[in-house]
Nanobody, 127 residues
Framework: QVRLVESGGGSVQPGGSLRLSCALS????????MGWFRQAPGKEREGVAS???????DYVDSVKGRFIISKDNAKNTLYLRMNSLKPEDTAMYFC?????????????????????WGQGTQVTVSS
């Protein structure tokens, strides 16, 4: 059974930092893409950052230079380091990975893709 469990969300002032974690269990594909999506109230879910089994990363333009995605293969844990946070980063953040392990080009642009999803962790950026 595949499980994705996020942690690390919270409230922070503008300019602050947070690190999100996603513990994966039961997901053992050799080739994959996985990453983070977010959804703010009244808005559609959007892709934030992804990493694939080759170590290639992709980011939405609004977080480039501020967010860093990484994966610890020994711990089977995905991370999202978020720096210089802005109020517009406020959202529920979800960890995701395709149900069928594969590298999907443009996966961040496909929030409706057949993915496993975590339960989400709230990030609030406010003064």
């Amino acid at each position: 059974q595949v499980r994705l469990v996020e942690s690390g969300g919270g409230s922070v002032q503008p300019g602050g930092s947070l690190r999100l974690s996603c513990a994966l269990s039961g997901y053992t594909y050799r080739y994959y893409v996985m990453g983070w999506f977010r959804q703010a109230p009244g808005k559609e879910r959007e892709g934030v950052a992804s990493i694939d089994s080759d170590g290639d990363t992709d980011y939405v333009d609004s977080v480039k230079g501020r967010f860093i995605i990484s994966k610890d293969n020994a711990k089977n844990t995905l991370y999202l380091r978020m720096n210089s946070l802005k109020p517009e980063d406020t959202a529920m953040y979800f960890c995701a990975a395709p149900v069928r392990g594969r590298i999907v080009l443009g996966w961040l642009d496909l929030p409706q893709y057949n993915n496993y999803w975590g339960q989400g962790t709230q990030v609030t950026v406010s003064s």
